[in-house]
């Protein structure tokens, strides 16, 4: 008999094993050892993952569904505040006796490895660019500061590095008002 593998979202599924209709359900709730996720939100290293698997016997092969939750860290891309974001994903797989081209999954040694999918699972989850408020209204440009109220786009603050294109601006309006003279030849 093997071991068990080291994998804490790798499953035991003797008892339904090549059992047509039967039926077990598995609580995890594991460590993370690694962050899940790129970019402005991920799952930290440490993060705990709930997975609650559905394991169903099947003539072919293991259905195997599973709600998962988890909570994922990240900042809002508006103003930069730090977010805790739930959240709640589910999936179904077939996990397959024998492997075949068609299923990517497989039955191995009587353990179902549900890592790959339960990983695959949250990082699709998370949002791409995650807000601490829909309506949030970012940082103010010139003083940094978080906005509570939209600006006033008709300020008459030019930012400095644009003086010299206001200075030739102000220049062709004056050049456009003198009517255009003649050379003579």
Request: charged share 25%; aromatic share 6%.
């Amino acid at each position: 008999m093997k071991n068990q593998p080291a994998n804490p979202f790798a499953i035991n599924v003797f008892d339904v094993s090549h059992r047509i209709g039967e039926e077990r359900v598995v609580s995890l709730h594991e460590t993370l050892t690694s962050h899940w996720g790129e970019g402005v939100a991920s799952v930290p290293e440490g993060a705990v993952v709930s997975v609650e698997v559905r394991l169903d016997g099947l003539h072919d092969g293991i259905l195997v569904a599973a709600d998962i939750s988890a909570t994922a860290t990240g900042e809002c891309v508006r103003c930069l505040e730090p977010l805790s974001i739930p959240v709640q994903v589910d999936f179904q797989e077939l996990f397959a006796y024998s492997p075949t081209e068609e299923l990517e999954f497989s039955v191995h040694d009587n353990y179902v490895d549900c890592e790959p999918l339960v990983r695959d699972a949250v990082v699709l989850a998370l949002p791409f660019q995650p807000l601490c408020d829909e309506d949030c209204l970012g940082l103010d440009p010139e003083t940094g500061e978080k906005l509570a109220e939209p600006r006033d786009h008709n300020s008459s603050s030019i930012d400095p590095r644009w003086a010299a294109l206001e200075a030739l601006a102000s220049t062709s309006d004056t050049s456009a008002a003198k009517p255009a003279t003649k050379k003579r030849t």
